[in-house]
């Protein structure tokens, strides 16, 4: 009887199976195979293999932007991940208006980040920003923000963490709350002082959230790319052209869609091996030893 109906799960699990070939890895074995092809000048599709990766590492404009990409993510990960901890650290707390506290770092999750990407490069505008209007206020000079290639990407990474840490806080805060509030109690009856009690309890037992918001938003920000298409378009002076505003560019600027899938398939695999890195770093001790 339990053998007749060994089909039932399988029949609930396959809608969401169906979708997950259909829009995510049918996607990737067509940019995988469309990576193979170019077109000619009168638009013929044809086969040249690894022609446009040999292209595009030949290419030192690319390994310029690889390089401003990596940069981006060594610096916005960390960050955001920092961020969005200290933020649940604090929506933790009990405290009278802890969820007053806790939706205001969810609203900018409301915000699509196409508006996100216009709201703030009005508020950063050098001459009309209210940002550097504030700053004039209080004598200090004004800042180019987006306008500035020193400042350009730093400017991007703050404006990304303000819209993705909310979102990771709510991750990382479901993984604080399922810690019993009994081990933190027993570690200050034995007299450990706050940071001694989150570096040796709180912290072991968040790896594995840890690990999970670290490769999703390491997915996310490989992927970004909005603002800099809405506010910056790659400047000032490829100061902002990252990877996935690259791959746009081929095909859209350039029609050179064999480039851009290239580019696609490059990017699907710096962050494959990054994510098997990072989580490599979060394994659990009995997990190392298998």
């Not at 980040?113 to 920003?129: F, K, V």
């Not at 999703?216 to 400047?235: C, E, S, W």
């Not at 996935?244 to 490059?266: D, V």
Request: glycine share 6%; net charge positive.
């Amino acid at each position: 009887m339990l053998r007749e109906k060994a089909w039932i799960p399988y029949a609930f699990l396959a809608p969401a199976l169906l979708g997950l070939l259909l829009f995510r890895f049918a996607p990737i074995l067509i940019a995988l195979g469309g990576s193979l092809f170019s077109q000619s000048i009168r638009g013929d599709t044809l086969f040249v293999g690894l022609k446009n990766y040999h292209e595009l590492f030949e290419d030192p404009a690319f390994w310029a932007v690889i390089r401003t990409t990596l940069v981006f993510n060594l610096i916005i990960n960390p960050f955001q991940i920092l961020c969005a901890l200290g933020l649940a650290l604090l929506a933790r707390r009990p405290t009278r208006f802890v969820e007053i506290f806790r939706a205001s770092f969810l609203l900018p999750m409301t915000v699509s980040i196409a508006l996100t990407s216009i709201i703030w490069s009005i508020m950063l505008d050098p001459t009309l920003g209210p940002v550097n209007g504030f700053l004039r206020w209080i004598g200090a000079p004004a800042q180019p923000f987006f306008r500035s290639a020193d400042q350009a990407l730093g400017t991007l990474i703050m404006v990304a963490t303000w819209k993705g840490a909310g979102y990771w806080m709510v991750f990382l805060l479901a993984g604080l709350l399922a810690i019993p509030e009994q081990l933190n109690e027993s570690a200050a009856i034995d007299g450990a002082t706050a940071w001694q009690r989150f570096r040796y309890v709180t912290l072991p037992l968040m790896k594995r959230p840890l690990a999970f918001v670290l490769v999703a938003d390491t997915a996310a920000n490989f992927l970004l790319f909005a603002p800099v298409y809405i506010v910056t378009n790659g400047g000032p002076a490829g100061a902002t052209h990252l990877l996935m505003f690259e791959a746009y560019q081929s095909a859209f600027a350039y029609l050179n869609h064999g480039r851009s899938l290239a580019i696609s398939s490059i990017i699907l695999a710096i962050v494959i091996a990054i994510a098997l890195m990072e989580l490599r770093l979060f394994r659990q001790p009995e997990e190392a030893e298998r």
